[in-house]
């Protein structure tokens, strides 16, 4: 996937199915529904849930689950990972972890421990969103997995324990025994391979052992800008074109998008939500978004971003000196290098989707204290 550097068009070149070799079963159908305009028939539409459609797109016994994720060191994941090959990177105390996105286009979704707590890592191929939960709902451990469904065209997951369904990107159950129940959203980073072992040169990453993935199946469908999701839905909100990719979050309830290519104008965004003051560090390279809280304590940062090339950047306090890598938030130097800054869960995501989810979005094109 690549970085839109202004604002795209809302229609695309035609794509074609040529090329799409070795894919796994679940790939190829989504794929298909994916490139083919006429792919999804009424028929498809499941249910009318809340809102939104609900459209299955594979039996439940079409899907591929992975029990038991096994992971391998950084050092051998180099004989299969390319630098720029997307991740969804995942770090709970001194332990991080990276899921490689081509992969996990096959699967969806994946119940992991980290550091010994229950996470569920979910990834969205038709809306380009990944997003991370802790899996414990009322002091149960749940398992999810893939129900083969889009709502709102983005990924469906079921809770085995109870059959109820849930939006991959609120984390809420739309329907059954937990409807109205919400999963503890956990902070993850989309970027890059090479980005990600950068930062924490001692991660492990998914192994892909066995498994030949060596580029998105769905890449033409990422081409196809006036394509929007399975059953070619329409753009709710003309503010930015359907495929235009945001980093996405919330704040204190208020939902927010940046689009991606105002931040590569401005590397360091900052605007305040709510009366609350935020930071968004930007790398074009690595596509790698990151949203901090600039409150740290009582006091309000005034940051300055600090870069040093090859990838290499902080953010340093003026009044004291206090340093931080900008994309980990973890100190480096300086009196308050101990507290890391407050890291804010976000994921990218096409705005055509994010919008069906979050209608009252707030969009900043431009910074704003």
């Known amino acids: 996937m690549t970085v839109h550097f202004k604002r795209v068009d809302n229609t695309g070149p035609n794509a074609t199915l040529g090329g799409l070799m070795k894919m796994r079963k679940i790939a190829w159908l989504m794929v298909i529904l994916a490139l083919s305009p006429v792919a999804v028939a009424t028929d498809r539409v499941a249910e009318r849930l809340e809102n939104g459609l609900l459209y299955r797109l594979v039996d439940s016994e079409d899907i591929h689950r992975m029990e038991n994720p096994g992971f391998v060191s950084q050092g051998l994941a180099q004989s299969y990972m390319g630098e720029f090959e997307p991740v969804l990177g995942v770090v709970r105390g001194e332990f991080t972890r990276a899921y490689p996105t081509w992969l996990l286009e096959g699967f969806s979704v994946i119940n992991d421990k980290i550091d010994g707590f229950p996470i569920v890592v979910t990834w969205s191929p038709f809306s380009f969103s990944g997003a991370v939960y802790g899996r414990v709902v009322d002091g149960d451990t749940l398992q999810f997995e893939d129900s083969g469904e889009l709502w709102k065209d983005a990924l469906v997951m079921v809770d085995k324990k109870t059959n109820s369904r849930w939006s991959h990107l609120e984390g809420r159950a739309l329907d059954g025994p937990m409807k109205g129940k919400r999963l503890e959203p956990h902070n993850s980073l989309y970027t890059k391979w090479g980005k990600w072992r950068s930062l924490y040169p001692y991660t492990v990453c998914l192994t892909k052992l066995g498994r030949e993935v060596e580029k998105s199946d769905f890449v033409n469908y990422y081409a196809r800008s006036g394509q929007l999701g399975a059953a070619n839905s329409q753009n709710p909100d003309s503010r930015l074109a359907g495929k235009e990719l945001i ?40 596509e790698t978004a990151v949203v901090f809280s600039r409150v740290l304590g009582n006091d309000t940062l005034s940051l300055t971003r600090l870069d040093f090339g090859k990838g290499e950047s902080y953010l340093r306090l003026a009044e004291n000196g206090t340093t931080w890598l900008n994309y980990s938030g973890l100190g480096v130097s300086g009196p308050q290098s101990e507290t890391a800054l407050d890291m804010i869960t976000s994921t990218l995501c096409f705005w055509f989707v994010w919008v069906q989810h979050y209608p009252n979005t707030q969009l900043w094109e431009q910074p704003g204290e």
């Open 247 to 286: 980093c996405g979050f919330k704040i204190n309830g208020t939902p927010v998008a940046v689009p991606l290519y105002a931040l590569v104008e401005k590397k360091q965004f900052r605007l305040t939500v709510d009366g609350s003051p935020i930071e968004i560090e930007f790398d074009q390279l690595s």
